[in-house]
């Protein structure tokens, strides 16, 4: 079996088997505002999807209910009219993945005040760079704006540069990004956040990763970050970073 089928694997089981409706417990705020006369709010999550006698539903009333809670937790206070981002991580044009891609679609083209959904493909790295010379290593670290798919350099910034930026009409915005289960690429972004911006180790990102998820992250979205750590330590020359897998 090829390295490429194995991953398609990982990712089937992962859209599947892993996927559920929304959880308060993976609803997290990981940063917000500081320094500015506006207070935006950074979050991760899972698909923010209920179901009642009718299907399933964008649950956006319990989804706020619980960025509020998360909020709580940090004695912060979310406001009461902000304007949502909605980053929705996808793998490809996979059947089990749509419906709730459309569902959240709707949602807001249904309500265009509430806020937005950003569509954005992360599937991962296919290799460790534990497996490689370290030259070799350096040299695509250095690199890696160029060749990573995820371009976890560049989407780490806009997210940051985002928490910075006052929202439409002057609302403060709150960025929510998730997968289906929340665990695989939800647990890539925010581990390369928080090494990026909130200076955890890579063995720091990837332990809270795994208890967030309640299980190991999927290897092709570990590798992910296991290249974003090593950027880190070769381009930005974070030397605190740790090892790197």
């Given amino acids: 079996m090829t390295l490429a089928t194995v991953l398609l694997v990982l990712v089937a089981l992962a859209c599947g088997a892993w996927a559920d409706t929304l959880e308060k417990e993976k609803v997290i705020l990981i940063d917000w505002t500081k320094g500015q006369p506006f207070t935006n709010f950074l979050f991760r999550g899972n698909e923010p999807k209920l179901t009642n006698a009718q299907g399933d539903y964008f649950a956006y009333t319990t989804l706020v209910s619980y960025l509020q809670s998360a909020a709580a937790n940090h004695s912060l206070t ?10 929705k991580l996808y793998y490809f044009d996979d059947p089990l993945e749509d419906p709730d891609i459309k569902l959240e679609t709707d949602f807001f083209s249904q309500n265009p005040s509430l806020g937005e959904i950003r569509l954005t493909q992360i599937i991962g790295t296919p290799t460790s760079p534990s497996i490689f010379p370290r030259e070799f290593v350096q040299a695509e670290a250095l690199d890696l704006p160029n060749w990573q798919h995820d371009k976890l350099p560049q989407f780490m910034q806009t997210l940051h540069q985002l928490l910075y930026t006052q929202g439409v009409n002057g609302l403060p915005v709150v960025l929510y990004f998730h997968c289906e289960c929340g665990c695989d690429r939800t647990g890539e972004i925010a581990g390369s956040y928080v090494m990026r911006y909130l200076n955890y180790t890579y063995a720091q990102a990837y332990a809270w990763d795994q208890q967030v998820a309640g299980r190991w992250i999927l290897p092709n979205h570990n590798w992910a970050m296991e290249w974003f750590c090593e ?9 605190s970073i740790g090892q790197c897998f």
């Fill in 231 to 239: 950027y880190l330590f070769y381009a930005l020359n974070f030397q």
């Fill in 78 to 87: 979310l406001p009461s009219k902000f304007w949502l981002i909605d980053y």
